[in-house]
């Protein structure tokens, strides 16, 4: 089967301009949220497209449409590979070509797959082509560790769409705006779906779907516990200065009068803000440190690198209290889990990339999937380190025991490898859908930004404007509970979604129309 008998063609280079153009204007949506409905006529265009293709143009015009995609959303990695790893420009952006082709192969793979099962029926192929869309997305978000930056779902914290969030995850979502823009796509499409009955069962399915998740977004899983006072530093170092060693005291004392004029309960500073281990500070100044939040007044999170030459190093986050004076390091630890490809570990077979680089790497070792959280008063806050709060079923993996769940979510960040970028309100936005997910508040401590505090709700209450010096003194209100998600991610992973989609193909792959 080529086509779809009766469907609408368009000349090759046109459905390849349409569709390209398509993948890149659509993430507009992950930075100015209000553009949410951008992001979804983008996917209905991908999915009316792939329903008059062959099974073999349908594979291009979704690696097209996924490059687009990916140059346009995550084009920042230039700035960290050019600005700061020192490597060429034309290297860089090769790099970074390199690296949306590779991960469109996935979505070429799927949009084959859909084209390939393609059923008559309007929301039967809307459901064939969401199963397989999010498939590509999983594969992507899991593979080689995983790149889930941009995922469709996250153009949606301010839509309807994401009042589904508490129930399916960013994923979840994912798929349900692929089936939106599959059914829109039958009521345009081929010549059998042009009927009034297509054209109603279409429209009143992607009615329920996006006005269904208003509704959804209404239900309240968790209750208030207590509420904190924190203080959240950003001091936005130059990201050229930061590990140099002729600024590192000048770092250092820019943190200690941050500390000095902190009034919260719970002080979070950002990833690296000690950007030396323990052993290489000055004794004075970190007895210092860890005398004024022993006293019992505050306590604090900081970033730091942990560890020594024998045992290795870990990109970790110390919590400094009262409680935890008489822990093994003198303080609570978090070490991150989920590393960086190129940043905290070098993939097999790539360290003759790396060192053309000048970019401080290291290969770290993981933390545990499952990490206990710092008390401060009655809260558990969990801390996690920037890039892994994308990995919204990992943060889950920590509620599987309700009694230990924590109540506040703390992202420690530096971005500053990717410059005054879209880098920046894009990782709100992923920290946000986290809040929404789990109906958990967060704070966010960044070098640059954003610094804020994110409620249970996804509404950011307060925050520091990027790129400027300055500390955030803001009130939080914990949250006990699990929602649907956080439970069944807890226990399953993504599984439940992938099996799902599984079996949507497998019945259309069993029922497709022969030649």
């Given at each position: 089967?080529?086509?779809?008998?009766?469907?609408?063609?368009?000349?090759?280079?046109?459905?390849?301009?349409?569709?390209?153009?398509?993948?890149?204007?659509?993430?507009?949506?992950?930075?100015?949220?209000?553009?949410?409905?951008?992001?979804?006529?983008?996917?209905?265009?991908?999915?009316?497209?792939?329903?008059?293709?062959?099974?073999?143009?349908?594979?291009?015009?979704?690696?097209?449409?996924?490059?687009?995609?990916?140059?346009?959303?995550?084009?920042?990695?230039?700035?960290?590979?050019?600005?700061?790893?020192?490597?060429?420009?034309?290297m860089a952006a090769l790099a970074v070509f390199a690296l949306a082709s590779f991960l469109s192969l996935y979505l070429a793979a799927a949009m084959a797959l859909a084209a390939r099962c393609r059923p008559g029926n309007t929301l039967a192929y809307a459901a064939v082509f969401a199963a397989a869309f999010v498939l590509a997305e999983l594969a992507r978000g899991v593979i080689f560790t995983?790149?889930?930056?941009?995922?469709?779902?996250?153009?949606?914290?301010?839509?309807?769409?994401?009042?589904?969030?508490?129930?399916?995850?960013?994923?979840?979502?994912?798929?349900?705006?692929?089936?939106?823009?599959?059914?829109?796509?039958?009521?345009?499409?081929?010549?059998?779906?042009?009927?009034?009955?297509?054209?109603?069962?279409?429209?009143?399915?992607?009615?329920?779907?996006?006005?269904?998740?208003?509704?959804?977004?209404?239900?309240?899983?968790?209750?208030?516990?207590?509420?904190?006072?924190?203080?959240?530093?950003?001091?936005?170092?130059?990201?050229?200065?930061?590990?140099?060693?002729?600024?590192?005291?000048?770092?250092?004392?820019?943190?200690?009068?941050?500390?000095?004029?902190?009034?919260?309960?719970?002080?979070?500073?950002?990833?690296?803000?000690?950007?030396?281990?323990?052993?290489?500070?000055?004794?004075?100044?970190?007895?210092?440190?860890?005398?004024?939040?022993?006293?019992?007044?505050?306590?604090?999170?900081?970033?730091?690198?942990?560890?020594?030459?024998?045992?290795?190093?870990?990109?970790?986050?110390?919590?400094?209290?009262?409680?935890?004076?008489?822990?093994?390091?003198?303080?609570?630890?978090?070490?991150?889990?989920?590393?960086?490809?190129?940043?905290?570990?070098?993939?097999?077979?790539?360290?003759?990339?790396?060192?053309?680089?000048?970019?401080?790497?290291?290969?770290?070792?993981?933390?545990?999937?499952?990490?206990?959280?710092?008390?401060?008063?009655?809260?558990?806050?969990?801390?996690?380190?920037?890039?892994?709060?994308?990995?919204?079923?990992?943060?889950?993996?920590?509620?599987?025991?309700?009694?230990?769940?924590?109540?506040?979510?703390?992202?420690?960040?530096?971005?500053?490898?990717?410059?005054?970028?879209?880098?920046?309100?894009?990782?709100?936005?992923?920290?946000?859908?986290?809040?929404?997910?789990?109906?958990?508040?967060m704070l966010r401590a960044t070098n640059t930004g954003t610094t804020a505090v994110i409620d249970h709700r996804g509404v950011v209450t307060a925050a520091l404007p990027p790129f400027t010096r300055g500390t955030l003194d803001a009130t939080v209100e914990g949250r006990s509970g699990v929602t649907p998600y956080t439970w069944w991610a807890a226990r399953f992973g993504l599984w439940p979604?992938?099996?799902?989609?599984?079996?949507?193909?497998?019945?259309?792959?069993?029922?497709?129309?022969?030649?």
């Open positions: 089967m080529l086509r779809e008998p009766g469907a609408r063609t368009l000349p090759w280079p046109v459905d390849i301009a349409v569709v390209g153009l398509a993948g890149a204007v659509q993430t507009v949506a992950y930075v100015h949220t209000a553009w949410w409905p951008l992001q979804l006529f983008a996917l209905a265009l991908l999915a009316w497209r792939v329903r008059a293709a062959s099974p073999g143009r349908a594979a291009a015009l979704g690696f097209v449409f996924g490059c687009a995609w990916l140059c346009a959303g995550v084009w920042w990695l230039y700035v960290s590979l050019h600005r700061y790893g020192g490597l060429p420009a034309w995983g790149f889930p930056w941009v995922a469709a779902g996250y153009a949606h914290v301010d839509s309807p769409l994401g009042g589904w969030a508490p129930w399916i995850g960013v994923y979840g979502i994912g798929a349900l705006v692929a089936f939106v823009g599959g059914a829109i796509a039958g009521a345009i499409g081929g010549a059998r779906l042009r009927s009034p009955r297509g054209w109603l069962a279409s429209g009143l399915a992607a009615i329920v779907v996006v006005l269904g998740g208003a509704v959804a977004g209404s239900a309240a899983f968790t209750k208030p516990t207590s509420t904190l006072t924190v203080t959240l530093l950003q001091g936005n170092i130059p990201q050229n200065e930061k590990f140099e060693a002729r600024f590192i005291d000048d770092a250092l004392a820019l943190l200690a009068s941050q500390l000095e004029r902190s009034k919260g309960q719970l002080v979070v500073g950002p990833e690296t803000v000690i950007p030396r281990l323990p052993a290489q500070l000055d004794p004075a100044w970190w007895g210092t440190v860890l005398a004024h939040f022993r006293a019992g007044r505050q306590s604090a999170l900081l970033g730091l690198p942990l560890g020594d030459e024998t045992l290795g190093y870990t990109n970790s986050v110390a919590g400094i209290s009262a409680a935890n004076a008489s822990a093994p390091d003198g303080f609570y630890r978090y070490d991150k889990h989920h590393l960086v490809p190129f940043g905290e570990f070098i993939p097999t077979g790539f360290r003759w990339f790396t060192e053309l680089m000048h970019i401080p790497l290291g290969d770290f070792n993981r933390g545990p999937l499952v990490a206990p959280s710092f008390v401060v008063g009655v809260e558990r806050v969990a801390p996690n380190i920037c890039y892994e709060d994308l990995f919204g079923e990992e943060l889950a993996a920590r509620f599987s025991d309700p009694a230990a769940a924590p109540t506040i979510l703390a992202n420690v960040s530096n971005i500053g490898w990717f410059g005054e970028t879209i880098a920046v309100p894009q990782h709100l936005q992923i920290s946000r859908m986290r809040t929404l997910e789990l109906q958990r508040p979604l992938a099996l799902a989609a599984f079996a949507v193909l497998v019945r259309a792959w069993a029922r497709r129309p022969r030649p």
